[in-house]
């Protein structure tokens, strides 16, 4: 019986396992895990922007009220000025969906600042403690006013207001002056911000010179290119359609 002759092969030598790679470091898992989660984040903003995130009313409306000694007389037997806080707390109580503000124009004294609510929606209770306190008297300075209720309405644009309107109510002449100036200023920076809103200057149970005064104010916002109107509201009724909000706009149907 012959031997076998010894396996002349080299032994096989053993592979070594390789480490296990931890998940993330292996860019096959990680690469899509990170752009999942990126577009997780994007779309949650998204969501929530469309949804929950706060948004301006479609509609702002902003009272500028002349409280001087021209609001002393009456208006349907009763004083101006207190028909005038009548109408504003109603259309501020009864149109929940617009933002409203407000201006009162303060003394003509140097460095007097307006009383201002800023607008916004669910301030009713706010108008009443600005109205309550409020009596004609002395001269009211309507030029920085009309700037300050200019700029307040350009930030609700900016914001995404749809339709906002400047609305101002006077009862009797400008006596410091300076208003249709200030009313050019506030178009300029309007323009400049390509903002349109809309003016409505009321003359509440005025004089025949305020009414001119007044639609020379129209006549600078129209040359602007700026809708603009004037009303000579002699009754209750006719300060409630003038101080009313204006239409709420609607959505364009797309074709398709």
């Known amino acids: 019986m012959t031997e076998q002759p010894p396996d002349e092969r080299p032994p096989k030598r053993r592979r070594r ?12 898992i990680v690469i899509p895990l990170v752009g999942a989660l990126i577009g997780a984040i994007v779309g949650s903003f998204q969501i ?6 706060d948004k301006p009313a479609p509609v702002s409306v902003q009272y500028v009220v002349d409280t001087s000694r021209g609001m002393a007389g009456t208006i349907s037997g009763r004083p101006k000025l207190e028909v005038v806080k009548a109408v504003l707390l109603r259309h501020v109580e009864d149109e929940e969906k617009v933002a409203h503000g407000l201006t009162l124009a303060p003394p003509c004294a140097v460095g007097a600042n307006p009383q201002r609510i800023d607008t ?7 108008f009443k403690a600005a109205l309550e306190g409020v009596a004609p ?50 178009l300029d920076l309007l323009t400049e911000n390509s903002v349109k809103l809309r003016f409505r200057f ?20 129209k040359r602007a290119g700026f809708k ?3 009303t000579l509201a ?17 959505a364009t149907p797309t074709s398709g």
Request: hydrophobic share 35%; with cysteine; glycine share 8%.
């Open 17 to 28: 396992r390789k480490k296990d790679t931890p998940w993330y470091r292996d860019p096959v």
């Open 137 to 186: 008297k002395g001269r009211a300075d309507l030029a920085r006013s009309i700037g300050i209720a200019a700029n307040d309405l350009l930030e609700q644009e900016q914001e995404g207001t749809q339709r906002s309107v400047l609305i101002l109510l006077v009862g009797g002449r400008d006596p410091c002056g300076g208003a249709v100036a200030a009313l050019e200023d506030a």
């Open 228 to 230: 603009a109107q004037v």
């Open 120 to 126: 916004d929606t669910g301030n009713a209770d706010d």
């Open 48 to 53: 929530y922007d469309k949804c929950c995130a």
């Open 202 to 221: 009321v003359g509440v149970k005025a004089p025949k010179s305020v009414q001119e005064y007044l639609k020379r104010l129209r006549t600078r916002a």
């Open 234 to 250: 002699t009754s209750t009724a006719d300060l409630r359609t003038a101080a009313e909000a204006p239409p709420t706009p609607t």
